[in-house]
Protein backbone atom coordinates (compact mmCIF):
# COMPACT_ATOMS: atom_id res chain seq x y z
CA UNK A 1 0.00 0.00 0.00
CA UNK A 2 1.26 3.24 -1.16
CA UNK A 3 1.47 5.88 2.14
CA UNK A 4 2.63 9.29 2.84
CA UNK A 5 4.90 8.86 5.79
CA UNK A 6 5.73 11.79 8.11
CA UNK A 7 8.20 12.07 11.54
CA UNK A 8 9.40 14.52 13.54
CA UNK A 9 11.51 16.96 11.98
CA UNK A 10 12.00 15.20 9.15
CA UNK A 11 10.57 15.73 5.41
CA UNK A 12 7.30 13.31 4.43
CA UNK A 13 8.19 10.48 2.13
CA UNK A 14 6.65 7.96 -0.09
CA UNK A 15 6.77 4.23 1.30
CA UNK A 16 5.48 0.97 0.48
CA UNK A 17 3.99 -1.40 3.72
CA UNK A 18 1.81 -4.02 3.02
CA UNK A 19 -1.96 -3.62 3.68
CA UNK A 20 -2.11 -5.23 7.45
CA UNK A 21 -2.56 -3.93 10.37
CA UNK A 22 1.00 -5.41 12.31
CA UNK A 23 2.85 -2.94 9.39
CA UNK A 24 1.03 0.09 10.49
CA UNK A 25 1.99 -0.36 14.21
CA UNK A 26 5.40 -0.92 12.71
CA UNK A 27 5.99 2.26 11.17
CA UNK A 28 3.85 4.04 13.84
CA UNK A 29 6.07 2.61 16.16
CA UNK A 30 2.63 1.93 18.54
CA UNK A 31 0.59 -0.79 19.38
CA UNK A 32 -2.43 0.31 18.88
CA UNK A 33 -3.54 2.86 15.89
CA UNK A 34 -6.30 5.39 15.27
CA UNK A 35 -7.85 7.11 11.99
CA UNK A 36 -9.04 10.57 10.98
CA UNK A 37 -10.81 11.86 8.08
CA UNK A 38 -9.90 15.91 8.35
CA UNK A 39 -10.21 16.38 5.01
CA UNK A 40 -12.73 16.55 1.97
CA UNK A 41 -10.54 14.20 0.12
CA UNK A 42 -10.64 10.24 0.53
CA UNK A 43 -7.52 10.45 2.81
CA UNK A 44 -7.42 8.96 6.41
CA UNK A 45 -4.78 10.42 8.22
CA UNK A 46 -3.42 7.11 10.54
CA UNK A 47 -1.19 7.83 14.16
CA UNK A 48 -0.75 6.30 17.34
CA UNK A 49 -4.00 5.92 18.59
CA UNK A 50 -2.57 8.13 21.21
CA UNK A 51 -0.79 10.33 18.86
CA UNK A 52 -2.91 13.34 19.16
CA UNK A 53 -1.79 13.29 23.51
CA UNK A 54 1.20 11.40 24.16
CA UNK A 55 4.39 12.05 25.16
CA UNK A 56 6.00 11.59 21.81
CA UNK A 57 7.81 14.03 19.81
CA UNK A 58 5.60 16.30 18.08
CA UNK A 59 5.04 15.96 14.36
CA UNK A 60 3.07 18.56 12.79
CA UNK A 61 -0.03 20.72 13.72
CA UNK A 62 -3.16 19.85 11.75
CA UNK A 63 -5.36 23.18 11.37
CA UNK A 64 -8.15 21.17 10.80
CA UNK A 65 -7.80 19.54 14.19
CA UNK A 66 -6.29 22.54 15.58
CA UNK A 67 -3.82 20.31 17.06
CA UNK A 68 -0.57 18.76 16.39
CA UNK A 69 -0.13 15.09 15.64
CA UNK A 70 2.59 13.79 18.34
CA UNK A 71 5.18 11.45 16.97
CA UNK A 72 4.97 9.56 13.42
CA UNK A 73 1.61 9.44 11.22
CA UNK A 74 0.89 8.53 7.90
CA UNK A 75 -1.43 9.34 5.01
CA UNK A 76 -3.13 6.85 3.09
CA UNK A 77 -5.95 6.52 0.55
CA UNK A 78 -9.46 4.95 1.22
CA UNK A 79 -10.85 1.63 -0.27
CA UNK A 80 -14.42 0.26 -0.12
CA UNK A 81 -13.64 -1.45 3.46
CA UNK A 82 -10.34 -0.76 4.26
CA UNK A 83 -7.43 1.53 3.87
CA UNK A 84 -5.54 1.96 0.17
CA UNK A 85 -3.37 3.41 -2.39
CA UNK A 86 -2.82 7.35 -1.76
CA UNK A 87 -3.49 8.76 -5.25
CA UNK A 88 -0.38 10.32 -6.62
CA UNK A 89 -2.25 13.07 -7.09
CA UNK A 90 -2.53 13.76 -3.07
CA UNK A 91 1.11 12.32 -2.80
CA UNK A 92 2.19 15.29 -4.29
CA UNK A 93 -0.04 17.90 -2.68
CA UNK A 94 0.24 16.52 0.98
CA UNK A 95 3.93 16.19 0.44
CA UNK A 96 4.26 19.67 -0.41
CA UNK A 97 1.90 20.60 2.47
CA UNK A 98 3.98 18.96 5.54
CA UNK A 99 7.17 19.50 3.84
CA UNK A 100 9.10 21.77 6.42
CA UNK A 101 9.47 20.13 9.85
CA UNK A 102 7.70 22.38 12.89
CA UNK A 103 9.27 22.73 16.22
CA UNK A 104 5.74 22.76 18.14
CA UNK A 105 6.14 24.15 21.76
CA UNK A 106 3.85 25.55 24.70
CA UNK A 107 4.73 28.95 25.60
CA UNK A 108 2.77 30.06 28.66
CA UNK A 109 -0.64 28.86 27.94
CA UNK A 110 -0.60 29.43 23.92
CA UNK A 111 1.17 26.95 21.27
CA UNK A 112 3.50 28.00 18.81
CA UNK A 113 4.31 26.68 15.71
CA UNK A 114 7.92 26.94 13.73
CA UNK A 115 8.25 25.60 10.24
CA UNK A 116 11.63 24.71 9.42
CA UNK A 117 12.57 25.65 5.80
CA UNK A 118 15.82 23.78 4.48
CA UNK A 119 15.61 25.91 1.35
CA UNK A 120 14.84 22.28 -0.33
CA UNK A 121 11.54 21.59 -2.38
CA UNK A 122 9.61 18.07 -2.57
CA UNK A 123 10.46 16.53 -6.11
Known sequence: MKILMV???EHPVEMDIPNKLEEYYKVLECETITATYPWEEPIALVTD???FFS???PSRFVEELNQP????FFL???GDEDFADLPE????KFKERFWKPEL???VGDRL????IDDGTMPK
Do not use: A
Open 69 to 72: IMGN
Open 49 to 51: DNG
Open 7 to 9: RPM
Open 55 to 57: KKR
Open 104 to 106: IFT
Open 89 to 92: KFVR
Open 76 to 78: CGL
Open 112 to 115: SVVQ
